[in-house]
């Protein structure tokens, strides 16, 4: 191993963050694999550099549980994680997602809400309120990462980790122990969890499902990187078949039915992932999950 760090070289694998959530789901419910998985499992990429990863599942609660690892030999290292649940569910949405380069990583870590925690203060106390204090713990190891686009950010928490960090050896195990720790607390909810009876509920959970997978199927920053790898129709199956699964059957609406503002003269969505050009270069919730931003000019 060299001195100063260099954990990607060093062997550095999301492989162990996959490994640990499927153990620890194993241990609560039977995971059964999705039918996603038959046509992902053995994705080949084009470039002999790398190595793809696919596995899907679900449970009693969970409609989709997923992950894709991508790992380029001392080079880039992806980890997509997710986990949503069925809509009888108003649980939030596991999302890990970490693209390191021997540069920087870029890390979302969160349990993105099924509603606006602005708006929807109830949703806010019944899962956030008790969880505050592990953005205390983490705040200081994986700060802010900076400026994050206003549309990005009405898909977080206040819990989230948002950070971007020299990939060294410390902050990958400092991102371990994150992962683990969020994931352990998105177990607990999910076994908590009351099936919702009222018709009605259920179907704004499953139309909230839907947008934010309309959102990611869309707009994922990750989305020329699999281009790259297996090619433009590979990449919009995998997209819209494997990590967004649930986009083409959950719902009906498009993507400028949720989000009018992308829409252009000549119909099609505009590709900016921006369009208020607003961006929040710092934490804008308070230690008790109130929404506290000031959005600045990008
Ligand atoms: C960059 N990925 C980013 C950024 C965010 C995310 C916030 C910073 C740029 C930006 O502000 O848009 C991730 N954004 C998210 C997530 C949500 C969101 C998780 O809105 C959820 C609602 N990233 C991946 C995967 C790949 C990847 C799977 O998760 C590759 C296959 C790559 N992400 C990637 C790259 C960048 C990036 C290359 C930097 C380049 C860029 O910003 O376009």
Known sequence: MSGGGGGLGAGFSYQKFVHFALEQTRLRSTLVP?????????IKPNEDNSVLNALSFSTSKIRLLRSLTIEQKNSVQVLDFAA??????????????????????????????????????????????NLMPLIRKY???????????????????????????????ANHQALYSAFVDYYKVWLELMEGAVRETCEEKIDCNRE???????WRAEKD??????????????????????????????????????????????????????????????????AHGRFVGDAVDE
């Not at 999705?34 to 053995?42: A, L, N």
Request: net charge neutral; with cysteine; aromatic share 16%.
């Open 34 to 42: 999705h039918p996603s998985q038959e046509k992902f499992k053995f």
């Open 84 to 129: 949503f649940s069925e809509p009888e569910y108003d649980l939030p949405i596991f999302c890990a997602n970490a693209f390191s380069s021997p540069a920087r990583s870029i890390v979302v870590l969160d349990l993105n809400p099924l509603y606006d925690t602005t708006e929807h203060k109830d949703y806010r106390e019944k899962y956030y309120r």
């Open 139 to 169: 705040s200081e190891l994986l700060p802010w990462g900076g400026k994050i686009t206003s549309e990005s950010l009405r898909f977080f928490s206040p819990i989230v980790i948002w950070t971007i960090f020299e990939p060294t050896e």
């Open 208 to 214: 909230a499902q839907h947008k934010y997978l309309t």
């Open 221 to 286: 920053p990750g989305y020329p990187l699999l281009k790259k790898l297996v090619g433009e129709s590979g990449a919009k199956d995998l997209v819209r078949e494997f990590l967004f699964e649930g986009v083409g059957s959950l719902g009906t609406k498009s993507f400028l039915e949720y989000f009018p503002e992308y829409a252009q003269q000549d119909g099609t969505v505009n590709r900016k992932r921006s369009m208020a050009g607003k961006s929040f270069g710092t934490r804008p919730w308070d």
